[in-house]
């Protein structure tokens, strides 16, 4: 099994930076994509951005690129959202997902096995 645990939400004004931690903790294998996906209230898990392994490739939903940023310490087997100049439509539960074993960077929701609990971000205009 593996487990996920996020933090960084909270409630913040327009323009304003958060960032946003997952840590992995189990049975994760010797390589695990990641990626950060959100969900706003009556809307579908849609992702916000991906990493590979190495960190050496990212993917970024059209909605964030430029603004945020995906990164991970894999000594820490840590993942982060950097998230600037954030909007009202931004406002969501955020949530991490892993996919142990698997390579490349993985952008479907049906390819994580495994997703943290949430942590809510709103943004106010």
């Known amino acids: 099994q593996v487990q996920l645990v996020e933090s960084g939400g909270g409630l913040v004004q327009a323009g304003d930076s958060l960032r946003l931690s997952c840590t992995a903790s189990?049975?994760?294998?010797?390589?695990?994509?990641m990626a950060w996906f959100r969900q706003a209230p009556g809307k579908g898990r849609d992702l916000v951005a991906a990493?590979?392994?190495?960190?050496?490739?990212?993917h970024y939903s059209g909605s964030v690129q430029g603004r945020f940023t995906i990164s991970r310490d894999n000594a820490k087997s840590t993942v982060y959202l950097q998230m600037n100049s954030l909007k009202p439509e931004d406002t969501a539960v955020y949530y991490c997902?892993?996919?142990?074993?698997?390579?490349?960077?993985?952008?479907?929701?049906?390819?994580?096995?495994?997703w943290g609990q949430g942590t809510q971000v709103t943004v106010s205009s």
């Open positions: 990493i590979n392994w190495r960190g050496s490739r990212t």
């Open positions: 189990g049975r994760t294998g010797s390589s695990y994509p």
């Open positions: 997902a892993l996919s142990p074993g698997r390579m490349g960077t993985l952008i479907a929701t049906h390819e994580y096995d495994y």
